[in-house]
T-cell receptor, first 110, second 115 residues
Framework: AQRVTQPEKLLSVFKGAPVELKCNYS??????LFWYVQYSRQRLQLLLR??SRESIKGFTADLNKGETSFHLKKPFAQEEDSAMYYC????????????FGKGTKLSVIP | GAVVSQHPSWVICKSGTSVKIECRSL??????MFWYRQFPKQSLMLMAT?????????EQGVEKDKFLINHASLTLSTLTVTSAHPEDSSFYIC???????????FGPGTRLTVT
């Protein structure tokens, strides 16, 4: 069975400081990894996925298969980045199911 | 991406009654829909997976006779909480999937309060 671990429940950083939200996973196959974000009183929405290798809102995430990690990074945090961030894993092989981590609440201090 | 709506957005019901929550995919043919439960300040807990035209697959510990799921079409799934109790009070979220990517598109959620 797959598992996604986000070790930090809460992460507080000052505006302009770098941000790194940690995500580790365990799965024996070749998964697809996602970061979802949930702003206050809004629905969960996709932030980025590892296969697209793109930067969204200044965030990037690189899949490290050796360390089984998919950390989310941004060089300069903005106040509007304050939200809940969830790392999620899809096992592939035709399944649409996602396994979510417990989430990290990012609070950017002005 | 897909636009997903849920109705109602908030419902209060009395203990012992049943309540139905609708999940609609407005512009996307959702072959698969998911129902989640989210407790305050916690992550999403998958309740069940439903494929259009077939019975839902429930996660361990989720009572299928209590949480009835119907996925009658590619754009509509319903979750009926039967004989609701206060402990069923929660935020229920649906999502849809079915495209060439493995992305899920989420609804805004329905807050159920059982008194």
């Amino acid at each position: 069975a797959q598992r996604v671990t986000q070790p930090e429940k809460l992460l507080s950083v000052f505006k302009g400081a770098p941000v790194e939200l940690k995500c580790n996973y365990s799965y024996s196959g070749s998964p697809e990894l996602f970061w979802y974000v949930q702003y206050s009183r809004q629905r969960l929405q996709l932030l980025l996925r590892h296969i697209s290798r793109e930067s969204i809102k200044g965030f990037t995430a690189d899949l490290n298969k050796g360390e089984t990690s998919f950390h989310l990074k941004k060089p300069f945090a903005q106040e509007e980045d304050s939200a809940m961030y969830y790392c999620a894993l899809n096992p592939g092989a035709g399944s649409y199911q996602l396994t979510f981590g417990k989430g990290t609440k990012l609070s950017v201090i002005p | 991406g897909a636009v997903v709506s849920q109705h109602p957005s908030w419902v209060i019901c009395k203990s012992g009654t049943s309540v139905k929550i609708e999940c609609r995919s407005l512009d996307f043919q959702a072959t698969t829909m998911f129902w989640y439960r989210q407790f305050p300040k916690q992550s999403l807990m998958l309740m069940a997976t439903s494929n259009e035209g077939s019975k839902a697959t429930y996660e361990q510990g989720v009572e299928k006779d209590k949480f009835l799921i119907n996925h009658a079409s590619l754009t509509l799934s319903t979750l009926t909480v039967t004989s609701a109790h206060p402990e069923d009070s929660s935020f229920y979220i649906c999502s849809v999937a079915g495209g060439v990517t493995y992305e899920q598109y989420f609804g805004p959620g329905t807050r159920l309060t059982v008194t």
